[in-house]
């Protein structure tokens, strides 16, 4: 099982990023995927969610009308459109898979990736 999270990097605040996050080893179409954060010194937190087939998300407050989330299981990824980027939204990212429905919770997912660095400064 690997999910490869890339696109991070540094964009000044106002701008916009696009992670993506390749999955293999398992049945991509069958998971619910997340994205959750962690800013330095700070505990991971819930980002966004889908479900299995793409029809429902949902998002944290924080996060709301900025960013969408997005899955093509054709190509077994999915995909985090970030706009209107904050300097508060500096943090790793990490996605993961849930086999069961969509979740905010940390431990309701079973696979997770590596996690890449979004940095969102002037």
């Known amino acids: 099982v690997q999910l490869q999270a890339s696109g991070g990097g540094l964009v000044q605040p106002g701008g916009s990023l696009r992670l993506s996050c390749a999955a293999s080893?398992?049945?991509?179409?069958?998971?619910?995927m997340g994205w959750f954060r962690q800013a330095p010194g700070k505990e991971r937190e819930f980002v966004a969610t889908?479900?299995?087939?793409?029809?429902?998300?949902y998002y944290a407050d924080s996060v709301k009308d900025r960013f969408t989330i997005s899955r093509d299981n054709a190509k077994n990824t999915v995909y985090l459109q970030m706009n209107s980027l904050k300097p508060e939204d500096t943090a790793v990212y990490y996605c993961?898979?849930?086999?069961?429905?969509?979740?905010?919770?940390?431990?309701?997912?079973?696979?997770w990736g590596q996690g890449t660095l979004v940095t969102v400064s002037s």
């Open positions: 993961a898979a849930s086999s069961g429905i969509i979740s905010v919770t940390i431990t309701s997912y079973d696979y």
């Open positions: 889908i479900n299995r087939s793409g029809a429902s998300t």
């Open positions: 080893g398992f049945a991509f179409s069958s998971y619910a």
